[in-house]
């Protein structure tokens, strides 16, 4: 038997290019081609006991109960493969079904009953044409090679890739972004209408290495599994070279630079994610997941339990900061009124970013300090207009975004809580006043 492995979970994407075109058309054979994968080459292939070389007869008797037929089988039961729902086949391999739902329906506008209604379908109760057809997509994907009557199980694995789909996808965009990005997509009269400046300050010197490293983990993610990478990192925060084995999971872009969020070892060797500056990797080598050398974290995860992406964007929607990995803490600002009705009232900065009254805020200091350090923060609030804006959110301890957005509302902003802070941004204006008022 083949010593190759499928361990992928049905995603968006990867049924999206199997679909080969309109996702909402073919999903149903997406996802059938995704459990004949899982019969070919995952934990699934001992239970029907297919040699390496295979003929569709051979195939069929060993997976439906019935005999063969060119027709659609009626339901006999669901000890036949064909009597398996859409919804059995995917009993305990999501997660979060809710989460793949919602996916479905970003990408291409699926409602709930068309979802409901394909989970409820029975999967395999198809012709025979329909099954044989399946077996020509995955030769022509190549899952498979094919001589004559007979299927041959691949030694490698093809390269995962969405560039022919027939679809402009935005989804990483700022979903409020996504639109204008759609509809200005294209030049009119002429010219380019919509143009995106934002904060990038990789030099022009480091740019050849940053699309190396871009190429090659694009490279990485379109093998399956994707395979653990062995990273040589600049680290700015402990000033000095460090080696990292780690899972690449995604590409981020926050505020000034590109970051490869992966989870293994960090540079700091605490807890086991990191957002990586891509600019300061020096350099990435591919591993594989047999490889001794290998963390704990690693082993212990593959190949079932890797995060993914969904789960970087779920923390970021928590909590406040790109340092999703950070632990959570309370903050409490207050905004003088004009500054505020100006500049702060009716934008978005985060789901947790929330307007309290004077008299909440006071009762938040109260419950979330304790001593001297509360008896100080009240004192302090009560030398303050009511009428002023304040503010709680839930903040990522330690990030670096955080203390630069709040630098840059300086001096309109006060942080009255965490008082670690406070004291910080005390120490940094008394330093900045000897560079305006030495004499």
């Excluded at 001096?411 to 006043?433: D, G, H, K, S, Y």
Aim: hydrophobic fraction near 35%; proline fraction near 5%; charged fraction near 25%.
């Amino acid at each position: 038997m083949t010593e190759l492995r499928f361990y992928a979970i049905p995603t968006v994407e990867l049924l999206q290019w199997l679909a080969r075109g309109s996702l909402k058309q073919n999903l149903l054979r997406a996802i059938r081609l995704w459990v004949w994968l899982k019969i070919l080459y995952g934990d699934d292939s001992e239970c029907f006991n297919l040699s390496n070389s295979f003929k569709f007869a051979e195939w069929q008797n060993t997976f439906f109960t019935h005999p063969p037929t060119d027709e659609q089988p009626q339901f006999h039961g669901i000890e036949c493969n064909c009597g398996k729902t859409v919804s059995d086949w995917l009993k305990n391999v999501l997660e979060d079904e809710m989460q793949w739902r919602n996916s479905l329906k970003q990408h291409d506008q699926f409602s709930d009953e068309t979802i409901n209604d394909t989970l409820e379908t029975r999967l395999f109760a198809v012709t025979r044409r329909s099954l044989q057809d399946d077996l020509r997509i995955l030769v022509e994907l190549g899952w498979l090679n094919k001589s004559k009557t007979t299927y041959q199980k691949v030694n490698q694995f093809p390269k995962f890739s969405a560039q022919n789909n027939s679809y402009s996808d935005f989804s990483a965009l700022h979903p409020d972004l996504e639109i204008t990005f759609k509809n200005f997509a294209e030049p009119l009269g002429g010219f380019n209408r919509f143009f995106l400046e934002i904060d990038y300050i990789i030099s022009q010197s480091n740019q050849d290495r940053l699309e190396d490293h871009q190429a090659q983990l694009k490279d990485l993610w379109q093998q399956i599994p994707t395979p653990p990478v062995e990273l040589i990192y600049d680290s700015a925060k402990l000033d000095k070279v460090v080696k990292c084995i780690v899972y690449p999971i995604c590409l981020y872009y926050s505020r000034r630079a590109l970051y490869l969020c992966a989870f293994g070892e960090t540079p700091n060797q605490q807890g086991d994610y990191y957002n990586y500056r891509l600019d300061r990797i020096e350099k990435i080598t591919p591993l594989t997941w047999s490889d001794p050398q290998l963390p704990k974290q690693l082993l212990k995860s593959y190949p079932h339990q890797l995060p993914d992406t969904d789960l970087i964007q779920k923390e970021i929607d928590q909590v406040w900061g790109f340092d999703f990995y950070l632990p959570s803490q309370l903050m409490l600002l207050r905004f003088g009124r004009n500054f505020h009705d100006k500049y702060i009232k009716n934008t978005f900065r985060h789901d947790t970013f929330t307007e309290i009254d004077y008299d909440e805020a006071q009762e938040l200091i109260k419950k979330s300090t304790v001593n001297n350090e509360q008896k100080t923060i009240l004192n302090i609030l009560k030398l303050r207009s009511p009428d002023d804006a304040y503010y709680r959110v839930n903040y990522r301890d330690g990030d670096i975004n955080v203390i630069h957005r709040l630098r840059a509302w300086r001096p309109n902003v006060e942080v009255l809580i965490p008082e670690q802070i406070r004291q910080q941004f005390r120490q940094e204006i008394i330093a900045e006043t000897q560079f305006y008022f030495s004499s």
